[in-house]
């Protein structure tokens, strides 16, 4: 009997060490994906900042001149986060919001929407997102030039019934067998008009005061 009882006194040490171990590196290989994931988002938001509003456009380092925005849990932002801003000889060109759509078919589409001094869209690139490729996935500029016709667009180009796509009654195309993502991203970036235009305010003291009216 005491042959057994250290037995299994052995078995479950045993046990309890792998679970140990096992639970240790399955979280350590959590937090390295997590940070490579982060590292790619990065990456990915860098470049298409630059896509968005080209170095040839603006003269300041856009990746250091980031400025901190209000929360507006009304038009999608929920918390306070970090814009950036494009200037050219010290007038604004434009900045770039980070916009999420919480209702893609997958879950979050994250975008950035470059945006001009008057409210005009520069343009959208999505960021991150887990839509069903082939279908979804559409939405990435390198798959289709889908995101490109957001380029001029306005809150009055189109007016509020037009920010969705055909099948809705707006203008904005639907992808064969998918609906559902060009709507969420379509509805993300009228939120970021609507934003641009309720906190011009706090827009217009990171460009140190310059009225974006009188550069149009």
Not at 88 to 97: C, K, N, T
Not at 120 to 138: A, F, I, M, N
Not at 155 to 171: R, Y
């Amino acid at each position: 009997m005491a042959a057994l009882g250290q037995s299994i006194r052995r078995s479950a040490i045993g046990l309890g060490l792998f679970a140990v171990i096992t639970g240790g590196t399955i979280a350590v290989t959590q937090v390295m994906t997590e940070e490579r994931i982060e590292q790619q988002i990065a990456r990915a938001e860098a470049r298409a900042l630059f896509e968005i509003i080209p170095e040839t456009v603006h003269d300041n380092n856009m990746l250091e001149d980031a400025f901190e925005l209000p929360a507006d849990p009304e038009r999608g932002f929920r918390q306070p986060f970090t814009a950036w801003k494009a200037t050219s000889q010290g007038q604004p060109v434009g900045i770039i919001l980070p916009v999420t759509a919480p209702d893609g078919y997958s879950g979050d589409i994250k975008l950035l929407v470059g945006i001009d001094p008057v409210g005009k869209v520069l343009g959208v690139r999505v960021t991150s997102h887990k839509e069903t490729p082939g279908l979804g996935d559409k939405v990435e500029r390198k798959k289709s030039d889908w995101v490109l016709d957001f380029n001029g667009r306005s809150l009055d180009n189109p007016g509020p019934e037009g920010w969705t796509v055909a099948k809705n009654g707006g203008v904005f195309d639907q992808f064969t067998g998918a609906t559902i993502t060009p709507r969420a991203v379509t509805k993300a970036v009228h939120k970021a008009l609507l934003y641009f235009r309720t906190h011009q305010p706090e827009i217009l003291q990171a460009f140190d005061g310059v009225n974006p009216q009188e550069q149009s």
